[in-house]
């Protein structure tokens, strides 16, 4: 049996197919990287905007042809839309067979193994498995490893914040962290691999406790395993760096010198009816901590314009904000309004025109902040993890440095993916930048 399985949305959902096709693999499916080819489809979905849950449902749409001509066909939509929509997708989209939410995925192979609806009117009577389960961590499922030198790896599922605009912990549930042991053996069974670089992975991942364990101590336990030569966490939420977590993050060789730390806005009214339990005042004296140990530390954000009652004053706020923390990187949104957050509810008052004149001068100014900050890795030498050959150019390779710039660099050196190389930063051409290997 061939699977094929599509993700969409943030790391999390990677790492969530990677275990799901492991978990397929373990009783013989196989994978194909083509639809056409498949006899069971996985469609790993995401809820966080609507223009996300647009696209994917054009691209479930697109899948009707391919059951026409092959009714033993089966469709499956998993994933954050899934546990949004649960029944509705499959009332809307006929020719999906199942629907399964993040919690469920121990039912997958069961499901999966049901004849599929050859008719619009007879779909199997299970076939929608959404709901929580606090007590599912998957801590038995190690995710498939699919690169041969770097790996996600869920430590959190679900989060406990309820930021107003957001359909996170609708979609997850409330948060649940894995045993140390459980993370710990995942890395171990990676690096014996030759994995080198490990991404833990939770929406709030520095709230991490377990038994007495912070998340400065799992840090502390993972960085100790040999052969982790590069570790990377992400999403960190700015209420829980603690100082026990900034010692450590600057102490610990093996933890690479960026971190994403999401902004949403620099306004501090803005920020209270997000939600969000900082201020930007906590928030800069995180960036400056973190730039103050290393000037060229990586600091990443995410950002949202238009939040409903931004005033023009709070959207100044956020640009003043962002030119102080000189993100390397941002991703920026216009407010998205999601059904069943508490915002929902709120009188939308900003118009999508606006939306979209506040986001793109924000775009403007920050890449204009992203430019100089590559500019400056000039002349600097970095340590390089290879990725692999440049899709622009065959004779150069691609990789990142530790605060996580991407690197094109001449294949002159009979580069290998996974290989760590010292270069020489030479240039910046539009978003990448350009060196060359030395010292080899
Ligand atoms: N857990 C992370 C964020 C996860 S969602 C955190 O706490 O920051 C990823 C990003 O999507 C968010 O950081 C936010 O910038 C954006 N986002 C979430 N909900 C949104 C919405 N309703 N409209 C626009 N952007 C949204
Ligand atoms: Fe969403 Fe807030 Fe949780 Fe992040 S911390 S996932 S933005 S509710
Ligand atoms: Fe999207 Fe779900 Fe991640 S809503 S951002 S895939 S947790």
């Not at 042809?65 to 509705?88: F, T, W, Y």
């Not at 171990?188 to 939770?202: C, M, N, T």
């Not at 700015?238 to 900034?246: A, I, Q, V």
């Not at 923390?325 to 508490?342: I, L, N």
């Given at each position: 049996?061939?699977?094929?399985?599509?993700?969409?949305?943030?790391?999390?959902?990677?790492?969530?197919?990677?275990?799901?096709?492991?978990?397929?693999?373990?009783?013989?499916?196989?994978?194909?990287?083509?639809?056409?080819?498949?006899?069971?489809?996985?469609?790993?979905?995401?809820?966080?905007?609507?223009?996300?849950?647009?696209?994917?449902?054009?691209?479930?749409?697109?899948?009707?042809?391919?059951?026409?001509?092959?009714?033993?066909?089966r469709i499956a939509v998993l994933g954050c839309m899934a546990e949004n929509h649960g029944a509705k997708i499959t009332d809307t989209l006929k020719h999906v067979d199942f629907v399964v939410g993040p919690d469920q995925y121990r039912g997958l192979v069961d499901i999966l193994a049901l004849p599929p609806s050859k008719s619009p009117h007879r779909q199997q009577p299970k076939s929608v498995l959404v709901g929580f389960d606090s007590a599912e961590n998957y801590d038995d499922n190690f995710a498939k490893i699919l690169s041969p030198f770097s790996t996600h790896i869920t430590i959190q599922r679900g989060c406990n914040k309820r930021c107003a605009y957001c359909i996170v912990p609708f979609t997850r549930g409330i948060e649940k962290f894995r045993p140390v042991e459980s993370i710990l053996a995942e890395v171990q069974k990676a690096v014996d691999k030759g994995v080198k670089e490990i991404?833990?992975?939770?929406?709030?991942?520095?709230?991490?406790?377990?038994?007495?364990?912070?998340?400065?101590?799992?840090?502390?336990?993972?960085?100790?395993?040999?052969?982790?030569?590069?570790?990377?966490?992400?999403?960190?939420?700015?209420?829980?760096?603690?100082?026990?977590?900034?010692?450590?993050?600057?102490?610990?060789?093996?933890?690479?010198?960026?971190?994403?730390?999401?902004?949403?806005?620099?306004?501090?009214?803005?920020?209270?009816?997000?939600?969000?339990?900082?201020?930007?005042e906590d928030f800069l004296a995180i960036v400056e901590y973190l730039r103050a140990s290393d000037p060229f530390y990586g600091v990443t954000t995410d950002i949202i314009v238009g939040f409903t009652g931004e005033t023009e004053e709070d959207y100044l706020q956020t640009l003043e904000v962002v030119k102080h923390a000189q993100f390397d990187h941002a991703f920026m949104f216009a407010y998205s309004p999601r059904e069943g957050t508490e915002a929902?509810?709120?009188?939308?008052?900003?118009?999508?025109?606006?939306?979209?004149?506040?986001?793109?001068?924000?775009?403007?100014?920050?890449?204009?902040?992203?430019?100089?900050?590559?500019?400056?890795?000039?002349?600097?030498?970095?340590?390089?993890?290879?990725?692999?050959?440049?899709?622009?150019?065959?004779?150069?390779?691609?990789?990142?440095?530790?605060?996580?710039?991407?690197?094109?660099?001449?294949?002159?050196?009979?580069?290998?993916?996974?290989?760590?190389?010292?270069?020489?930063?030479?240039?910046?051409?539009?978003?990448?930048?350009?060196?060359?290997?030395?010292?080899?």
């Amino acid at each position: 049996m061939k699977y094929y399985l599509a993700t969409y949305g943030c790391q999390m959902n990677e790492y969530d197919s990677a275990m799901i096709a492991s978990m397929l693999e373990d009783v013989g499916y196989y994978e194909t990287e083509n639809a056409e080819d498949a006899d069971v489809i996985l469609v790993n979905t995401c809820s966080v905007r609507k223009k996300a849950e647009d696209n994917i449902y054009a691209r479930i749409s697109q899948l009707k042809p391919l059951k026409q001509s092959n009714p033993d066909l089966r469709i499956a939509v998993l994933g954050c839309m899934a546990e949004n929509h649960g029944a509705k997708i499959t009332d809307t989209l006929k020719h999906v067979d199942f629907v399964v939410g993040p919690d469920q995925y121990r039912g997958l192979v069961d499901i999966l193994a049901l004849p599929p609806s050859k008719s619009p009117h007879r779909q199997q009577p299970k076939s929608v498995l959404v709901g929580f389960d606090s007590a599912e961590n998957y801590d038995d499922n190690f995710a498939k490893i699919l690169s041969p030198f770097s790996t996600h790896i869920t430590i959190q599922r679900g989060c406990n914040k309820r930021c107003a605009y957001c359909i996170v912990p609708f979609t997850r549930g409330i948060e649940k962290f894995r045993p140390v042991e459980s993370i710990l053996a995942e890395v171990q069974k990676a690096v014996d691999k030759g994995v080198k670089e490990i991404s833990l992975l939770g929406q709030t991942v520095n709230s991490y406790r377990y038994e007495g364990n912070s998340f400065a101590n799992l840090l502390s336990k993972v960085a100790e395993i040999k052969g982790v030569e590069r570790l990377r966490f992400t999403s960190p939420h700015p209420r829980h760096y603690t100082d026990e977590l900034l010692w450590v993050l600057t102490h610990t060789p093996q933890i690479s010198p960026h971190t994403h730390l999401p902004l949403q806005s620099g306004s501090n009214d803005i920020l209270k009816s997000m939600r969000r339990q900082y201020d930007s005042e906590d928030f800069l004296a995180i960036v400056e901590y973190l730039r103050a140990s290393d000037p060229f530390y990586g600091v990443t954000t995410d950002i949202i314009v238009g939040f409903t009652g931004e005033t023009e004053e709070d959207y100044l706020q956020t640009l003043e904000v962002v030119k102080h923390a000189q993100f390397d990187h941002a991703f920026m949104f216009a407010y998205s309004p999601r059904e069943g957050t508490e915002a929902f509810d709120w009188p939308d008052s900003i118009s999508e025109a606006e939306k979209h004149r506040r986001l793109q001068k924000l775009i403007d100014l920050q890449n204009e902040i992203t430019r100089q900050r590559s500019q400056n890795m000039i002349g600097r030498e970095e340590k390089v993890l290879i990725e692999r050959p440049s899709p622009k150019n065959p004779e150069e390779w691609m990789g990142k440095t530790g605060n996580f710039k991407n690197v094109a660099l001449p294949a002159d050196f009979s580069p290998q993916a996974g290989d760590i190389v010292t270069a020489k930063i030479t240039e910046v051409r539009g978003w990448t930048l350009r060196g060359e290997a030395i010292n080899l």
